[in-house]
Nanobody
């Protein structure tokens, strides 16, 4: 397993942008990575995922066209650029990792998780 630390969350008005970062404790070039979010009283849901080399990404329909997932393996860091934010994007955002060459989109697929960062979008 790898230790993950998210940052970049905060309060933003609807229509605004935020960039989340997830720093890993080890080299990430052999890891599939992803972003999930969880609102109070709801299950953790998939947001975006990227394969180990960064050439393939996958997004939830609710964020497609607004969020961009990328990675910099030289910095062992995963990113989530969020634009055109909506109040319904308000959640705690988590990054996840697992040693794999695939794109992983379910919570059960990952074995390493960060502690989460709060994103609040005001209307």
């Amino acid at each position: 397993q790898v230790q993950l630390v998210e940052s970049g969350g905060g309060l933003v008005q609807a229509g605004g942008s935020l960039r989340l970062s997830c720093a890993a404790s080890t080299r990430t070039n052999e890891y599939a990575m992803g972003w999930f979010r969880q609102a109070p009283g709801q299950e953790r849901e998939f947001v975006a995922a990227i394969n180990w080399i960064g050439g393939t990404t996958y997004y939830a329909d609710s964020v497609k066209g607004r969020f961009t997932c990328s990675r910099d393996n030289a910095k062992n860091t995963l990113y989530l650029q969020m634009s055109s934010l909506k109040p319904e994007d308000t959640s705690v955002y988590y990054c996840a990792a697992r040693r794999s060459t695939l794109v992983l989109t379910t919570t059960e697929s990952y074995d390493s998780w960060g502690q989460g960062t709060q994103v609040t979008v005001s209307s």
